[in-house]
């Protein structure tokens, strides 16, 4: 079984920076961190950036040009660069992952985001 953990999160105002890192431990032969989604309160969980095994990358059109999804294949780790954080990237951001073998997915505890005015 894997565990995925996120951490990074925080209080920032708008304007600043903030990275974000998803740490799958456990076995993770054969497993895939795919990327970052992200929930604000009262709305569906979304789409924030993506990352193959090959290290293409797809962003979300709300923050492309201000997040860059990144990996470390030999630490487990994704990482999301997150610049010019806007009050509306606030939500609690999750990472999600998959054995390629399998069809279910895997998903952190999620971190906390707040951005400030």
């Known amino acids: 079984q894997v565990q995925l953990v996120e951490s990074g999160g925080g209080l920032v105002q708008a304007g600043g920076s903030l990275r974000l890192s998803c740490v799958a431990s456990g076995d993770t032969r054969s497993f895939n961190i795919i990327g970052w989604y992200r929930q604000a309160p009262g709305k569906q969980r979304e789409l924030v950036a993506t990352?193959?095994?090959?290290?293409?990358?797809n962003t979300a059109d709300s923050v492309k040009g201000r997040f860059t999804i990144s990996r470390d294949n030999a630490k487990n780790t994704v990482y999301l660069e997150m610049n010019s954080l806007k009050p509306e990237d606030t939500a609690v951001y999750y990472c999600k992952g998959r054995y390629i073998w399998a069809l279910s997915n895997f998903w952190g505890q999620g971190t906390q985001v707040t951005v400030s005015f």
């Open positions: 990352i193959d095994s090959g290290g293409r990358t």
